[in-house]
């Protein structure tokens, strides 16, 4: 049975940092690429940064030099790093299995201005 944790939201001032935790089991984790997608209230769910199982990434341009996604395949889980945060960056946070049925539960993150 495949499954995604996430870990890590919180409430956060702006300019503050975060790094949120996708824990994943049923799955040869190494051999997959990760995503991490976000959802603000009225708004529809956009790719956030994603990680290749070679380590290759890639970033949504409202992200970049902001967000760091990162890989440890010995503990089966995808980091996401979060520096400068905005008010904008409020969101629910999603762990993601490309090309599958499968998401995490969601991870609330909160940026106050």
């Known amino acids: 049975q495949v499954q995604l944790v996430e870990s890590g939201g919180g409430l956060v001032q702006a300019g503050g940092s975060l790094r949120l935790s996708c824990v994943a089991s049923?799955?040869?984790?190494?051999?997959?690429?990760i995503e991490w997608h976000r959802q603000a209230p009225g708004k529809q769910r956009d790719m956030v940064a994603g990680?290749?199982?070679?380590?290759?990434?890639n970033y949504a341009d409202s992200v970049k030099g902001r967000f760091t996604i990162s890989r440890d395949n010995g503990k089966n889980t995808v980091y996401l790093q979060m520096n400068s945060l905005k008010p904008d960056d409020t969101a629910v946070y999603y762990c993601n299995l490309p090309y599958t049925k499968y998401w995490g539960q969601g991870t609330q993150v909160t940026v106050s201005s």
């Open positions: 049923g799955i040869t984790f190494s051999s997959h690429r």
């Open positions: 990680i290749s199982s070679g380590g290759s990434t």
